[in-house]
Nanobody, 117 residues
Framework: QVHLVESGGGLVQPGGSLRLSCAAS????????MGWYRQAPGKERELVAD????????NYADSVKGRFTISRDNSRKTVYLQMNSLKPEDTAVYYC??????????WGKGTLVTVSS
């Protein structure tokens, strides 16, 4: 059974940092592209960053470029999102996603990040 479990969310002041982790199980992690999405209250879910199965390529939303870094450790079946210089507008529930094709597309339950003084 597929499981994606996010951790590392919490309350942080503007300008602070957090590192999110997503631990995967139940599928061949190294064959899947992985992504982080977020959904703020009253807004659509949006892509934050994603990474190829091998880690050879990454992609970022313009709003987080230069501040966030996605990485993965295939030996640990874990994907990370390092978030620096956090802003109040980064406040959202952050979701982990694993995708190989249209039919193999999995989501975690999310972790809340709140950026506030």
């Amino acid at each position: 059974q597929v499981h994606l479990v996010e951790s590392g969310g919490g309350l942080v002041q503007p300008g602070g940092s957090l590192r999110l982790s997503c631990a995967a199980s139940g599928f061949t992690f190294s064959s899947y592209a992985m992504g982080w999405y977020r959904q703020a209250p009253g807004k659509e879910r949006e892509l934050v960053a994603d990474i190829f199965s091998t880690g050879s390529r990454t992609n970022y939303a313009d709003s987080v470029k230069g501040r966030f870094t996605i990485s993965r450790d295939n030996s640990r079946k874990t994907v990370y999102l390092q978030m620096n210089s956090l802003k109040p507008e980064d406040t959202a529930v952050y979701y982990c996603n694993a995708i190989r094709n249209l039919y193999e597309n999995y989501w975690g339950k999310g972790t809340l990040v709140t950026v506030s003084s």
